[in-house]
């Protein structure tokens, strides 16, 4: 089996070493080219040791690249980082607390540096790469001097260096690099970290967003190692998510350093443009800082006023947060490896680093003189004012980073505190295997690595709290990020609306991300989405919460019922009391001038009816949906038909024409006459009744419930209206006929008035009956079944009580023959009075 150091050795020499030929020719070729400040234009700060270790640091953000490279200098004298700066001092400084330890962990040997300012720029590591290879033996595959390299800064490029140190298994341990491409180590066998990899940074803004209930965010990446690989794995997490990305922007290479280039300023101008209008809970910047310092320049001038989450490169940038009325670009959440101080070291800078000389701080000396020109927002750059600038995160990182190299030396060289069992001839790759096994704790930190070289210490959660003094902007720790993905946070923000109030609902806005809280609409809300309520009820008017639905009918108390009932109850005793009076008057001509006996039978199915007018008040029943309309129909059939047994005797009695008179006698069998008409009806009713009878039925309205009846069979309803309405027009036309006739009750007349009201009334509850809905469809109902049966009782029934009571002079035999007589006198007519038509009943 293969063994590491084997995989390693095979790597090397089949796909690195081809090029370090090419290599030696491009650093000799910059060498001629780039002569500003050291023998290769890169300054450097050099201490002999035993066991050199070498350093890569970007003491300037940006490089000069002038058309006339040969009279240029490598790194602008402007862009100088302080924190650059300081970081090789924590390197420089860890290096003399190990030397000068007691008891030593290196006994008999010292660890010196070789430390390089990168500028930040590829070319110009890759180049400082090669001079840590250069201070060795002639031959090209000679063990280096420099047994291992602390950096570099930005990811990409520790990519670049990475693939020169590979070639002589020189293990790189950056404090700052968070690719996650690095993590590669069939690419990258040589590369560790001591600082989280974007991966894990990556998630944290994720759970982040998840944490403030964010469901729209905007990314602003760059087209570098650092900014394409977090852009790409933010992206992945936020569609598994289902997170909107309103918006992902990609800056140049050149964005920051040629921004007063036409090319770059659209490109900025398009920026802001995008941000003005997106609706966007959140930007994320994972970018260099360089291009952050540019944006959110912009920011602060057009006064975007965003949230803004910062990456680990930029999220404690002192340069940002100090800008004038920053307050202006908005409010800023960031994350940075978990924080811890490098013991000793703030003492350290205020004691003037305890009189240690370097070219760094030779350098730096020089630079308080042109403060104002180079750092016009910055009050103070003298070495007191240091201490100021110290961060706890990168600045710790490379405190560990020297750690961790100096413990692998020592269990290489199998030390105690007396000596090292072994010299320091050792190879690169043998420390390189060591660098991969330490498990040890310094300064209550565990260090280990996992295989891809990372480490996972988590990530502390920053906020800035600013005022309106750019001076007093407080970056501060609201939670933190564990590597086992759990976020702890101490503040709680919900943007753009996403918890509505009740009664409201999301929805997108413009067909951007970011939805807007709007009513619900006939809805209730739980303040996430709009849900139905059920048939059975509604939504309040606030849209909050759902209310039980009421029922509605026809109340008992409801004035209209009150005035149908007491009509009802009215005809109920006036049709009893009209019994009472044709009982005790039932021997006398009235009673037999309106059909005898068969007066009884007309009162009784017009008690039914009255009675009838109940069932159409209250909640509607089976039982009295059936009694409705189905028994009214039977019952005033019944009616019409003793009213038209009454009008055919009365034709009978006085019909002089023979021709006539025969069929119409053959039509005056009162019961036989009554049974059929009437029995028609029931004909038509019973199979109604029992097939498909009016039945109760609920109708689901927007606040109520209407209860009504349906009348089953509309055939059937049609049926028995027509033929009650037949039947009163067969009556009207015998009754309109024998008004002609000596009538000195008035039977013909008043049965005409009573059929007419009755056909007058149905045809307009007809119309009224088909257009109208609601509660008060049955009182329709009632109303025109009362007033058809006090059509009936006032205008051929009363008449005759007001006689059998009051004009009982008249309820005589000898009066009406005398008044046929004078009748037919008056005709001049001279015939001998036929037998009494009243008696004869």
């Known amino acids: 089996m293969q063994t590491e150091e084997q995989r390693i050795t095979f790597i090397l020499f089949h796909t690195y070493l081809p090029t370090m030929f090419l290599l030696r020719l491009l650093v000799t070729i910059m060498s001629i080219f780039l002569p500003c400040s050291g023998e290769n234009g890169l300054q450097h700060a050099y201490s002999p040791g035993d066991i050199i270790i070498g350093g890569l640091f970007p003491l300037h953000l940006t490089t000069n690249r002038s058309t006339k490279l040969i009279h240029s200098c490598v790194c602008q004298y402007c862009s100088y980082d302080i924190s650059g700066f300081l970081h090789t001092q924590v390197m420089i400084y860890t290096i003399g607390q190990i030397n000068q330890r007691t008891p030593r962990l290196l006994p008999n040997l010292t660890l010196g540096y070789d430390i390089y300012d990168t500028c930040g720029d590829v070319n110009f590591a890759i180049t400082a790469t090669l001079e840590l290879f250069k201070r060795t033996k002639t031959s090209t595959l000679s063990e280096p001097k420099t047994k291992a390299v602390i950096g570099e800064r930005f990811s990409e490029v520790s990519v670049a260096v990475a693939r020169i140190a590979a070639l002589s298994s020189l293990a790189q341990i950056s404090y700052s690099s968070t690719s996650e491409v690095l993590s590669n180590k069939n690419k990258f066998p040589t590369f560790l970290r001591t600082t989280s ?3 894990c940074q990556t998630k944290a803004i994720a759970e982040l967003v998840n944490k403030f209930n964010w469901k729209t965010v905007a990314i602003i ?21 289902n997170i909107c990305i309103e918006f992902v922007t990609i800056l140049p290479d050149d964005f920051s350093q040629n921004n007063s280039q036409a090319s770059n300023a659209a490109h900025l101008a398009k920026l802001v443009k995008r941000i003005k209008e997106s609706f966007a809970e959140a930007i994320i910047m994972f970018t260099k800082i360089t291009n952050v310092d540019v944006v959110m320049d912009a920011a602060i ?15 404690t940038s002192t340069k940002v947060s100090e ?33 240690t000389q370097n070219s760094f701080i030779e350098d730096f000396k020089t630079r308080t003189d042109c403060k104002r020109k180079c750092f016009p927002t910055t009050e103070c750059l003298n070495l007191s004012c240091l201490v100021s600038y110290i961060d706890q995160d990168k600045s710790y990182n490379t405190y560990i980073a020297v750690q961790v190299v100096a413990e692998a030396i020592r269990n290489l060289l199998n030390c105690d505190n007396q000596r090292c069992q072994r010299g320091s001839n050792f190879s690169t790759t043998e420390l390189l295997m060591a660098i991969k096994k330490v498990n040890f704790t310094v300064n209550a930190t565990h260090m280990s ?27 501060t720790t609201i939670g933190e990020y564990s590597p086992d993905g759990k976020i702890n946070i101490t503040v709680t923000l919900y943007n753009c609306s996403k918890t509505c109030k009740p009664g409201q609902q999301l929805r997108l806005h413009d ?23 059920n048939q059975r009820s509604y939504s309040s008017p606030e849209r909050d919460k759902c209310l039980e639905k009421t029922d509605d009918f026809l109340q008992w108390l409801d004035p209209c019922s009150i005035t149908l009932t007491s009509f009802g109850i009215l005809g109920i005793i006036v049709t009893i009391v009209f019994v009472v009076l044709f009982i005790i008057y039932r021997s006398t001509p009235i009673v037999k001038a309106v059909g005898g006996y068969l007066c009884f039978l007309e009162l009784f199915s ?8 109940f069932t159409f008040i209250g909640r ?15 019952a005033f059939s019944l009616c019409i038909s003793c009213i038209l047994a009454n009008l055919l005797q009365i034709l009978v009695g006085f019909s002089f024409d023979l021709e006539m008179g025969s069929w119409i006698k053959k039509l005056n069998h009162p019961v036989p006459l009554v049974t059929f008409v009437s029995g028609i009806q029931l004909a038509l009713c019973v199979p109604w009744l029992c097939y498909n009878p009016p039945f109760p039925e609920e109708e689901i309205l927007i606040n109520t419930i209407l209860h009504e009846c349906e009348t089953g069979s509309t055939a059937f309803f049609i049926a028995m209206i027509g033929y009650n309405a037949f039947l009163a027009l067969i009556c009207f036309g015998f009754a309109f006929k024998g008004k002609r006739l000596p009538d000195l009750y008035k039977n013909a007349s008043l049965i005409t008035i009573s059929m007419l009201v009755y056909l007058i009334i149905w045809v307009l509850f007809i119309q009224i009956y088909i257009n109208n809905f609601g509660k008060y469809k049955p009182a329709i109902e009632s109303g025109a079944i009362l007033i058809s049966s006090y059509s009936i009782l006032c205008c051929h029934l009363a008449p005759k009580c007001y006689i059998m009571v009051f004009r009982k002079e008249i309820n005589n035999e000898n009066v009406i023959t005398e008044y046929i007589r004078k009748h037919y006198e008056q005709k001049g007519m001279t015939a001998t009075v036929i037998e009494n038509p009243v008696s004869a009943r």
């Open 323 to 355: 800008m004038t009325d920053i307050v202006l670009a908005g409010q800023v959440f960031g994350f940075i490896s978990k924080r811890n101080e490098v013991p000793g070291f703030k003492q350290y800078v205020t004691s003037m680093f305890d009189g």
């Open 197 to 199: 990899s974007d991966e």
């Open 606 to 613: 017009l008690l039914t009816c009255f009675c009838l007018t």
């Open 221 to 241: 990446g760059s087209n570098d190692e650092y900014g394409k690989h977090g852009t790409d794995s933010l992206g992945k997490l936020f569609n598994d998510n």
């Open 620 to 634: 509607p029943t089976k039982t009295s949906c059936m009694a409705g309309l189905p028994v009214f129909g039977i």
């Open 449 to 475: 690595f996992d295989a891809n070289g990372d480490t996972s210490l988590g990530y502390d959660i920053l906020y800035w709290n600013m005022t309106e003094s750019t001076q007093h902007t407080v970056i």
């Open 301 to 315: 001038k057009y006064k975007l006023n965003r949230t803004w989450i910062a990456s680990d490169s930029w999220s």
């Open 511 to 533: 067909k951007k991300c970011c939805r807007h809280c709007i009513p619900c609409l006939y809805f209730n809300s739980t303040g996430e989405d709009c849900k139905a309520c």
